[in-house]
């Protein structure tokens, strides 16, 4: 007796579409990283940021590109050596993370975020610091905990608007 292998289901028209690709923005991406931010920015999630300063930080960024060539997020991450008197090795800072607004809920922000963990264990970062203004839910689902300022690098949480009211979360890599 033969039998026939099953044929899988079709996959539902959504999971055909082309998804993003995550690669490193380049100094020509600031003006569009300046645009993707602008939301966040004036909600108050973000700080500004001028287009000379994403293109002289391209580098610190992963984006997240649509097949259109459009970019539908970024995260950047800045390397912070230990201080005078800091125990440990470098620290990175996760920073300017964003989804654009018609992308959220996509998965562009856990690919990033997976991306840019992934970044971090390279260099033998000890541990990733982030400022968020929101709940914080996709760091803490990536195992990020609540931490305090004096335990993350010292430039980094001096530069923080202490009117903004951020919360510092911190992961060990």
């Known amino acids: 007796m033969i039998t026939a292998t099953p044929r899988p289901a079709p996959l539902p028209h959504a999971l055909l579409v082309p998804t993003s690709s995550v690669r ?6 600031a003006a569009a990283l300046a645009e993707l931010s602008r939301p966040f920015v004036r909600s108050g999630a973000l700080r500004e940021r001028p287009v000379s300063l994403y293109a002289a930080r391209a580098a610190d960024f992963l984006v997240a590109e649509a097949p259109d060539g459009t970019l539908d997020g970024c995260v950047g991450l800045r390397v912070h050596p230990a201080g005078p008197g800091e125990g440990g090795g470098p620290a990175g800072v996760v920073y300017n993370f964003c989804v654009a ?8 922000g856990a690919t990033l975020l997976r991306a840019v963990l992934a ?3 390279a260099p033998s ?3 990733l610091f982030t400022a968020t203004t929101g709940g914080g839910g996709l760091f803490l689902q990536y195992g ?12 980094w949480a001096e530069s923080l608007d202490p009117r903004r009211n951020a919360r510092i979360l911190a992961r060990g890599i």
């Open 24 to 29: 490193t923005a380049r100094q020509e991406d």
């Open 101 to 108: 607004g018609h992308r959220q809920g996509s998965g562009r």
């Open 144 to 155: 990020f905990a609540p931490t305090t300022a004096r335990l993350a690098p010292r430039a």
């Open 119 to 121: 970044r971090a264990s």
């Open 125 to 127: 970062l000890g541990a």
